[in-house]
């Protein structure tokens, strides 16, 4: 529409643009011309205006219309941007968020992988502390064997030669013999014994302390290691046993030791005559009835205030080795079952404790019952 009326209004001005003529006014006829003329400049001069003024109209529409597509397209495009942009961050939020998961499940995954690396470490740590504890077990072993065999070897060199009436008492003699060997065997050196059982001597002394004088009765002498600690001391004590290999070569040492079974030393031993009942390797070698009554016959011996110790094998599976490697063992003691029995059998305090690993390498525990 616009367009339409400013081309009108340039075909008016242009049918108008040739209405001057060059008259004289002082012709009559040019006069009149000039009054015709004046009239037609007139309605010329009205006809240019509102040419002039369509146009300006036709113009103002035409800019008002371009205006309002120019507002539309811009609005149009701004909106487009709008979408484009929204699109555009929509799938960069999509790519970031993807991004981010990707990046949490490589995280985990290498969390994950460190975890299975640390755990393949401890893993490899803990095998080779078994192999290096398996290694120490072995070369202790093997220096244990080596100490028994020099051993046997100085007892076959210093054994005299057998009489005419020691001959029908081979087979026996070798059983004695073969107790004081597995307790070399079981317990290593002398030194490391006598380390391991010298905080018991405190135990005793408070036991004397409290008035429990009497001497000190030892069920298994074994090499004795723990008599020694006791005789140098200067504390009392009694020790029986049935091996004569035990007892020679306790007598070698200058111990003391009865002729018979240490159990039947003990019941024949007088009521409240004993300071204190210690008995080492010995729980694990007697049948549960036995252990019973000598738990029984040590509480009838004692003075009050005495004391009653008694180390034994572990039965935890990791120091079976202790326990299976003794051939007189029956069976390992249970903690609770040895306390059971003395309880039962009046004690009036049970305290449990462990043997130095430091000292003995194979695990054992002992329990200190006092009358």
Same mark, same amino acid.
């Given at each position: 529409?616009?367009?339409?009326?400013?081309?009108q209004? =340039?075909?008016?001005?242009? /049918? +108008?643009?040739? =209405?001057?003529?060059?008259?004289?006014?002082?012709?009559?006829?040019?006069?009149?011309?000039?009054?015709?003329?004046?009239?037609?400049?007139?309605?010329?001069?009205i006809?240019?205006?509102?040419?002039?003024?369509?146009?300006?109209?036709?113009?103002?529409?035409?800019?008002?219309?371009?205006?309002?597509? =120019?507002? +539309?397209?811009?609005?149009?495009?701004?909106? +487009?941007?709008?979408?484009?942009?929204?699109?555009?961050?929509?799938?960069?939020?999509?790519?970031?968020?993807?991004?981010?998961?990707?990046?949490?499940? =490589?995280?985990?995954?290498?969390?994950?992988?460190?975890?299975?690396?640390?755990?393949?470490?401890?893993?490899?740590?803990?095998?080779?502390?078994?192999? /290096?504890?398996?290694?120490?077990?072995?070369?202790?072993?093997?220096?244990?064997?080596?100490?028994?065999?020099?051993?046997?070897?100085?007892?076959?060199?210093?054994?005299?030669?057998?009489?005419?009436?020691?001959?029908?008492?081979?087979?026996?003699?070798?059983?004695?013999?073969?107790?004081?060997?597995?307790?070399?065997?079981?317990?290593?050196?002398?030194?490391?014994?006598?380390?391991?059982?010298?905080?018991?001597?405190?135990?005793?002394?408070?036991?004397?302390?409290?008035?429990?004088?009497?001497?000190?009765?030892?069920?298994?002498?074994?090499?004795g290691?723990?008599?020694?600690?006791?005789?140098?001391?200067?504390?009392?004590y009694?020790?029986?046993?049935?091996?004569?290999?035990?007892?020679?070569?306790?007598? /070698?040492?200058?111990?003391?030791i009865?002729?018979?079974?240490?159990?039947?030393?003990?019941?024949?031993?007088?009521?409240?005559?004993?300071?204190?009942?210690?008995?080492?390797?010995?729980?694990?070698?007697?049948?549960?009835?036995?252990?019973?009554?000598?738990?029984?016959?040590?509480?009838?011996?004692?003075q009050?205030?005495?004391?009653?110790?008694?180390?034994?094998?572990?039965?935890?599976?990791? +120091?079976?080795?202790?326990?299976?490697?003794?051939?007189?063992?029956?069976?390992?003691?249970?903690?609770?079952?040895l306390?059971?029995?003395?309880?039962?059998?009046?004690?009036?305090?049970?305290?449990?404790?462990?043997?130095?690993?430091?000292?003995?390498?194979?695990?054992?525990?002992?329990?200190?019952?006092?009358?």
């Amino acid at each position: 529409m616009s367009e339409t009326r400013i081309a009108q209004a =340039l075909a008016r001005l242009a /049918e +108008h643009q040739e =209405l001057h003529l060059p008259l004289r006014r002082t012709d009559l006829l040019g006069r009149l011309v000039l009054r015709f003329l004046w009239r037609r400049q007139i309605k010329w001069q009205i006809e240019t205006n509102l040419a002039v003024r369509d146009a300006l109209e036709g113009l103002a529409e035409s800019g008002r219309a371009t205006t309002d597509r =120019l507002r +539309h397209e811009v609005a149009a495009l701004q909106q +487009h941007d709008q979408n484009l942009m929204a699109g555009l961050n929509q799938r960069l939020y999509s790519s970031v968020g993807r991004l981010q998961s990707q990046i949490s499940e =490589l995280r985990l995954q290498i969390a994950e992988s460190d975890e299975r690396n640390d755990d393949v470490e401890q893993r490899l740590q803990k095998l080779e502390q078994q192999v /290096e504890a398996h290694n120490a077990t072995t070369r202790y072993d093997r220096l244990r064997h080596a100490r028994l065999e020099k051993f046997l070897d100085e007892l076959r060199a210093t054994r005299p030669e057998p009489s005419a009436s020691e001959v029908a008492d081979r087979v026996p003699e070798r059983e004695s013999f073969l107790e004081l060997a597995v307790s070399e065997l079981l317990d290593g050196h002398v030194e490391g014994v006598r380390a391991a059982r010298k905080p018991y001597l405190d135990v005793v002394s408070s036991a004397r302390d409290s008035g429990a004088t009497g001497p000190v009765f030892d069920m298994a002498p074994a090499r004795g290691e723990w008599l020694e600690l006791v005789r140098d001391a200067g504390l009392p004590y009694r020790a029986a046993s049935d091996n004569r290999a035990i007892r020679r070569h306790c007598e /070698e040492l200058g111990l003391t030791i009865e002729s018979g079974d240490a159990s039947e030393q003990l019941a024949a031993t007088a009521q409240r005559s004993l300071g204190a009942v210690t008995a080492f390797r010995y729980a694990e070698r007697q049948q549960p009835t036995e252990l019973a009554r000598f738990v029984e016959l040590a509480a009838t011996a004692l003075q009050p205030g005495g004391v009653l110790i008694v180390e034994t094998a572990s039965g935890a599976a990791e +120091h079976a080795h202790d326990f299976h490697l003794d051939p007189f063992a029956v069976r390992p003691v249970h903690a609770d079952f040895l306390r059971f029995l003395m309880e039962s059998n009046g004690f009036s305090r049970v305290e449990s404790r462990p043997v130095d690993p430091a000292v003995v390498q194979r695990g054992r525990y002992s329990l200190i019952a006092w009358r």
